[in-house]
Nanobody
Framework: QVQLVESGGGLVQAGGSLRLSCAAS????????MGWYRQAPGKQRELVTS???????NYADSVKGRFTISRDNAKNTVYLQMNSLEPEDTAVYYC?????????????WGQGTQVTVSS
């Protein structure tokens, strides 16, 4: 009944920018932490950044100063602004949200969106 739909991925040259969006919909009572993960070929999924319901953020060292996470609570949407992209950022990006619904609490995942950065 809850789904997260991602958009904004694509192909960009090194040094360019992309903005990812992830909107949650369905039977939602509240959303706690939202975040972005990524998984590159041959690597395990890693946490890129997260943001609490109060707006506190955390970033992986590899993206600090380049990526910015934000959220619009009224729209149940989380964003990832990615600047100064590097080929090492190439991965499938997944959004995650910890959501309370009428039937309990669990984490939900977006479908993933491909980000490819060419050198």
């Amino acid at each position: 009944q809850v789904q997260l739909v991602e958009s904004g991925g694509g192909l960009v040259q090194a040094g360019g920018s992309l903005r990812l969006s992830c909107a949650a919909s369905g039977s939602i009572l509240s959303i706690n932490t939202m975040g972005w993960y990524r998984q590159a070929p041959g690597k395990q999924r890693e946490l890129v950044t997260s943001i609490t319901s109060g707006g506190n953020t955390n970033y992986a060292d590899s993206v600090k100063g380049r990526f910015t996470i934000s959220r619009d609570n009224a729209k149940n949407t989380v964003y990832l602004q990615m600047n100064s992209l590097e080929p090492e950022d190439t991965a499938v990006y997944y959004c995650n949200a910890r959501i309370w619904g009428w039937n309990g609490f669990r984490d939900y995942w977006g479908q993933g969106t491909q980000v490819t950065v060419s050198s």
